[in-house]
């Protein structure tokens, strides 16, 4: 009797787990194996002959990632909900140990050491501004203004704490996180474009200060027009809203940013003027990518790679590897992989059973779908260098357990929109 029972068990754990590949969602799980495995050789191409073997710490942490995928594919999210709280202020107690007590490297204190690993909290910050922004914007519906308090406060927390360390390109991500999940959560379009604005009214006041008198009364214009209650004040409070901006900006861009900062966001309008200092990396990258042509010369034969023309090339540069390598025809290889990855994580937003879990997903989509663009804009020398890497692709163990841990998330959403699909 015991073994007939041991027998049922067995039984029943094979029926489970054949339910799980047949409700399995194939592109979630391919696309991020090729892009891994290709990164894979790119990154030891850009470290051949020096005996460093980041190729392998990167396969391995994919691994290590596929298994967490499996077990959160069958996790409803719902389950998380009451651990949000929990979840939210301890990632901003590990961003406020970082800051004071973390290891720097490169001019930045993002990092802090635990069993002879580093690991980087501010990429597991995003993950836990998704959840918190699902929570707070699940059924949530914008009549006025004030109904944005709640997702700011909560996002400006972490935003500061990675700003100052500094780091500028995932501190972007944020808003992008915020952004998209509040557009996808029903904020009017129009008041996307009075957030948005904000960074216009920053540029302008720190190139072209006479402009502001054109363009505050135009953004007055337009909240008057879009916005539903309390016209007259609500303007008033954007118009002032603005005039502040524009008058910090200044202070801010001399104060606040360091050197490097500035001629980053500056240098890619024409990386030519300092092109031993700042506009380095970006040109040198634009002629990695140019030499590889149609075919490129190959994986593992990259000469400008090989010879370690672009600092940190396995990082955030490594897409310019890529079109060394593989040519014209590899980058727009990975760049279909990454739109169908994209494309099926927004349809299962879509297709979620709950508002919460598809706020999760678009959260994750947004935040695939900014680092995806800034990267190869920054790579290709049509934006600037933020340091931003090129997800499951630049080499970096915390960030990609992270993009797997949000794959396991999108599998749950899939899973369980499947079954009550199945179920109608």
Known sequence: MMGFGRNKISTLKIVRNKKFWKDVDLIIWIVPFILVHLSCLLIASTQRNLGITDWYQHVITAYIGSLIVYFL????????????????????????????????????QRWFSFA?????????????????????????RFSDLSHLIKPLLVSFLPWILVFIQPDLGTSLVFGAILLGMLYWSGMPYEWAFIVLATLVTGLI??????????????????????????????????????????????????????DYQRDRLILFINPSKDPLGGGYHMLQSQIGIGSGGLFGSGLMQGQLTKLKFIPEQHTDFIFSALGEETGYLGTL???????????????????????FESLIVIGIASMFIFQIMVNIFMTIGLGPVTGIPLPFMSYGRTALLVNFISLGFCLSVSRRGQSLRKNL
Do not use: M
């Open 205 to 258: 006041a720190n190139l072209y200060h006479f402009g502001l008198f054109i363009w505050i009364p135009i953004i007055g214009f337009l909240s008057y027009k879009s916005l539903p209650n309390h016209k007259k004040l609500l303007t008033l409070f954007v118009v002032f809203l603005h005039s502040i901006i524009a008058k910090l900006s200044p202070w801010f861009w001399e104060t606040v940013l360091r």
């Open 73 to 108: 594919a069958q996790l409803p999210l719902q389950d998380l909900r009451k651990y949000i709280i929990p979840i939210y202020f301890f990632t901003i107690s590990s961003l406020l140990y970082v800051n004071f007590s973390g290891t720097s490297a490169l001019g930045a």
């Open 116 to 140: 002879g690993l580093y690991i980087q909290p501010s990429e597991f910050a995003k993950l836990s501004l998704i959840l918190v922004l699902a929570s707070i914007l699940d059924r949530k």
């Open 333 to 355: 290889f990975v760049l279909f992989l990454l739109f169908i990855l994209i494309f099926r994580l927004i349809k299962i937003a879509i297709e979620a059973r709950t508002d």
